[in-house]
């Protein structure tokens, strides 16, 4: 838990350092809580859906069968988060409407050592 707590705090820093500290804007977070709605149901049905089965094969007294199918549910996460983790950086341009409004190198060259 300390070693999460001091990346946490050295990435602050570098961000707030490279970026300068972050200014809240209601209006534009007002304008994008229906994204955040979305992303919320989204997540709790992705954990329902991803933990529910657990829940049912301990519920008719499948146990070990629950540790495996558990262990190899988390051998398979752990090997698709390369994937994911590309996935996710890409967001920014996949979601954009039209190249005007993708980040530019510049942005990206400051958020960069």
Not at 12 to 27: D, N, S
Not at 70 to 93: D, K, N, T, W
Request: charged letters at 15%; proline letters at 4%.
């Amino acid at each position: 838990m300390c070693a999460s707590a001091i990346g946490t705090a050295v990435a602050l820093v570098t961000v707030t350092v490279k970026l300068g500290w972050p200014k809240f804007a209601p209006l534009l977070a007002l304008r994008h809580s229906g994204e955040g709605v979305e992303y919320s149901i989204s997540s709790s049905a992705t954990w329902a859906y991803n933990d529910l089965d657990k829940t049912m094969l301990s519920h008719y007294g499948m146990s070990s069968s629950n540790g495996i199918y558990g262990m190899a549910y988390r051998i398979i996460e752990m090997g698709s988060v390369p994937a994911a983790s590309i996935q996710l950086a890409s967001a920014a341009f996949r979601t954009c409407r039209n190249r005007s409004q993708r980040p530019d190198s510049a942005w990206l060259q400051a958020a960069s050592p």
